[in-house]
């Protein structure tokens, strides 16, 4: 689990050995980019110094790699802005989940922060209680915000959303319009990009 890179234990470090094979797979098979969660176990004592010094030989094993890094947003933004504090090599950045920050995280807007280290998004929709995973605009997150912000930052790259299909969305659409219907969600969430 990613929890444990900041604590001390074998875990911690047998997951960092999960991130640099899952570079070698990212350098086998041309990904160009790597989501890692930095998402500290505050149940136990978590250690800054502990997560930055394993994860060192990880962002350096990807510079050499030629692969980016996006740390992610997930349940502490202090741990995240002082990881991209520490890590400041342009292939080192952001990946911008909307679903923790209006879950987990949400009176700090990200985006306003740290949008101009960002690489990538994970979007979708949920009630501002639990990580739901649903189409955006099903859901209590204002993707009008999101949008502001995105065009805020400069942000031109992909619009990735990660999404659920699950008991209620099998009830309302086959796999195929669920799918549609999720990519005519990103382009109105584009458009208030561009526009």
Known sequence: KSTTIWSEGNEGDEYCKVLLSNLDNCKQYKIPLLVVHVAPDFSKNPNFECGIKRLMPVVGYAKKAGIKIAFENINSADYLFKTL???????VGFCYDCGHEACYE???RFLAKVGHRLFCT????NDGKGDCHWLPFDGA????QIGKELKACGYKGNLTLELCYNDEYCKKYTKEEFVREAYDRVQRLKNMIEN
């Open 85 to 91: 504090e520490f890590f400041t090599d342009s292939h």
């Open 106 to 108: 949400p009176d700090v």
């Open 122 to 125: 994970h979007l979708h929709d």
């Open 141 to 144: 997150i204002n993707f009008e």
